[in-house]
């Protein structure tokens, strides 16, 4: 059991290399001077410099650490234990700072350890990255695809062994170390600048441009993670991409508008069987099963005008349907510089109702939840033709007719529909340039 207790206040100072950390605290009767203590706990590098207050035993030993500006406690768990025999000493202890944990921020923080993270990994590269994800400065060496998908830090909290309160630590760590990282997108960007340069010309022609994220970006909100939220990221290089996939998606949505718009259909087609969704779709998907249409359709796009095709032939001769193959395709975007990574919250106010176990009443407890988004980053976005399946003289001129109007309705689409999760209050949406 703790003998003497005292109460001071100071600054923490770490030497990173060495791995020491020490408290500094005026000396009363030497207001110009400071005195200084040894603290033998293991405080992050980051809190170099923080104004804390601190718990001192015999006036020599440093048991607790509370980092001011966040309310962060770091406590010896040995005191913790015998501490807590007694009741009268532990409300004396407790006062100003978190209890019942050896690190917390007035909550408990997860990890079997108290006060460092749990990796559920092989014992022979577990050691490796925890070493590692206590140095910020080696960590933004690794992979961010190996940190964020397979190096998440665990833990019970309340029965949960990946809870959400470790993902929304584990979130802002990362975004503080990956934000602005040039190394990593670097070598992605040379390596689609490489693929597009030695494209063949006879083959394929492609365009280029860049988009600016308006506000912020969500995508790969639901990839499979522990935390249930994640992010999509290049598997190789771990920069934040958007599938071509998604593109080509919100693009045939646009084309699919522009269909209906070009038919006249009003905003609100409640009762019209020609202005749906379904039935525009419906006649695309079975256009090259009626011989006369199909006929028709390959003598234009070996002979007419691009210009002289219908939309429905138009999205059919970019997108293609369960019959034919597009001739247009479209690569992931990638930043075109150094991505920013932000934390962001959404926050179910009905998390019983969401799980299926209740209705959603007013007395249930909101559920914050954090997630990653990317915000003011440019985007680089590419449109390939593939030429060679043009029976034509003048391909070369027709595939630029092609590439225009599928930049045409991706330009629109990003504008207007977005891309990637949440776009109903925000999120994915883009402006040129």
């Given at each position: 059991?703790?003998?003497?207790?005292?109460?001071?206040?100071?600054?923490?100072q770490?030497?990173?290399?060495?791995?020491?950390?020490?408290?500094?605290?005026?000396?009363?009767?030497?207001?110009?001077?400071?005195?200084?203590?040894r603290?033998?706990?293991?405080?992050?590098?980051?809190?170099?410099?923080?104004?804390?207050?601190?718990?001192?035993?015999?006036g020599?030993?440093?048991?607790?650490?509370?980092?001011?500006?966040?309310?962060?406690v770091?406590?010896?768990?040995?005191?913790?234990?015998?501490?807590?025999?007694?009741?009268?000493?532990?409300?004396?202890?407790?006062?100003?700072?978190?209890?019942?944990?050896?690190?917390?921020?007035?909550k408990?923080?997860?990890?079997?350890?108290?006060?460092?993270?749990?990796?559920?990994?092989?014992?022979?590269?577990?050691?490796?990255?925890?070493?590692?994800?206590?140095?910020?400065?080696?960590?933004k060496?690794?992979?961010?695809?190996?940190?964020?998908?397979?190096?998440?830090?665990?833990?019970?909290?309340?029965?949960?062994?990946?809870?959400?309160?470790?993902?929304?630590?584990?979130?802002?760590?990362?975004s503080?170390?990956?934000?602005?990282?040039?190394?990593?997108?670097g070598?992605?960007?040379?390596?689609?600048?490489?693929?597009?340069?030695?494209?063949?010309?006879?083959?394929?022609?492609?365009?280029?441009?860049?988009?600016?994220?308006?506000?912020?970006?969500?995508?790969?909100?639901?990839?499979?993670?522990?935390?249930?939220?994640?992010?999509?990221?290049?598997?190789?290089?771990?920069?934040?991409?958007?599938?071509?996939?998604?593109?080509?998606?919100?693009?045939?949505?646009?084309?699919?508008?522009?269909?209906?718009?070009?038919?006249?259909?009003?905003?609100?087609?409640?009762?019209?069987?020609?202005?749906?969704?379904?039935?525009?779709?419906?006649?695309?998907?079975?256009?090259?099963?009626?011989?006369?249409?199909?006929?028709?359709?390959?003598?234009?796009?070996?002979?007419?005008?691009?210009?002289?095709?219908?939309?429905?032939?138009?999205?059919?001769?970019?997108?293609?349907?369960?019959?034919?193959?597009?001739?247009?395709?479209?690569?992931?975007?990638?930043?075109?510089?150094?991505?920013?990574?932000?934390?962001?919250?959404?926050?179910?106010?009905?998390?019983?109702?969401?799980?299926?176990?209740n209705?959603?009443?007013?007395?249930?407890?909101?559920?914050?939840?954090?997630?990653?988004?990317?915000e003011?980053?440019?985007?680089?976005?590419?449109?390939?033709?593939?030429?060679?399946?043009?029976?034509?003289?003048?391909?070369?001129?027709?595939?630029?007719?092609?590439?225009?109007?599928?930049?045409?309705?991706?330009?629109?689409?990003?504008?207007?529909?977005?891309?990637?999760a949440?776009?109903?209050?925000?999120?994915?949406?883009?402006?040129e340039?």
């Open positions: 059991m703790p003998g003497n207790i005292s109460r001071k206040e100071g600054r923490l770490i030497n990173r290399e060495k791995k020491i950390v020490k408290v500094f605290y005026p000396d009363r009767k030497r207001p110009d001077k400071e005195k200084q203590l603290v033998t706990m293991e405080i992050p590098p980051e809190y170099d410099g923080k104004q804390v207050e601190f718990v001192v035993e015999d020599n030993k440093v048991i607790e650490v509370k980092i001011r500006d966040t309310g962060e770091f406590r010896m768990e040995k005191y913790q234990r015998d501490y807590s025999k007694d009741k009268n000493r532990r409300e004396e202890w407790s006062k100003g700072g978190g209890h019942g944990t050896v690190r917390s921020s007035g408990k923080h997860g990890g079997a350890n108290g006060d460092r993270p749990t990796f559920y990994l092989p014992s022979l590269v577990k050691g490796i990255v925890e070493s590692l994800y206590e140095d910020d400065n080696k960590l060496w690794v992979n961010p695809a190996l940190v964020l998908y397979k190096y998440s830090p665990g833990g019970p909290v309340n029965g949960e062994i990946f809870s959400t309160k470790i993902g929304q630590i584990h979130f802002e760590k990362f503080r170390i990956f934000s602005r990282q040039e190394e990593f997108h070598l992605l960007k040379q390596q689609q600048s490489f693929l597009v340069k030695n494209l063949d010309e006879h083959r394929f022609c492609y365009e280029k441009k860049i988009f600016r994220v308006l506000w912020r970006l969500a995508v790969g909100l639901g990839t499979n993670h522990p935390y249930e939220v994640s992010m999509k990221l290049h598997h190789i290089y771990g920069v934040p991409i958007i599938p071509g996939s998604a593109l080509k998606g919100v693009a045939r949505d646009m084309a699919l508008l522009k269909i209906l718009e070009n038919k006249g259909c009003p905003e609100n087609t409640q009762g019209d069987e020609e202005c749906t969704h379904s039935k525009i779709e419906k006649g695309i998907q079975q256009m090259l099963n009626d011989r006369e249409k199909r006929d028709s359709f390959f003598d234009k796009i070996s002979n007419k005008p691009f210009k002289e095709l219908s939309y429905e032939e138009k999205l059919l001769l970019a997108f293609g349907n369960q019959q034919f193959s597009g001739i247009v395709v479209f690569l992931d975007a990638i930043p075109d510089s150094a991505p920013k990574f932000k934390v962001d919250i959404m926050n179910p106010h009905y998390p019983e109702y969401y799980q299926g176990k209705f959603p009443t007013d007395w249930q407890n909101p559920n914050p939840i954090k997630f990653l988004t990317v003011n980053t440019k985007f680089r976005f590419t449109v390939l033709v593939n030429k060679a399946r043009l029976n034509r003289n003048d391909k070369d001129d027709y595939a630029k007719d092609v590439a225009n109007y599928a930049w045409g309705v991706l330009k629109e689409a990003l504008e207007n529909l977005g891309v990637g949440k776009t109903s209050v925000g999120y994915g949406y883009f402006n340039g």
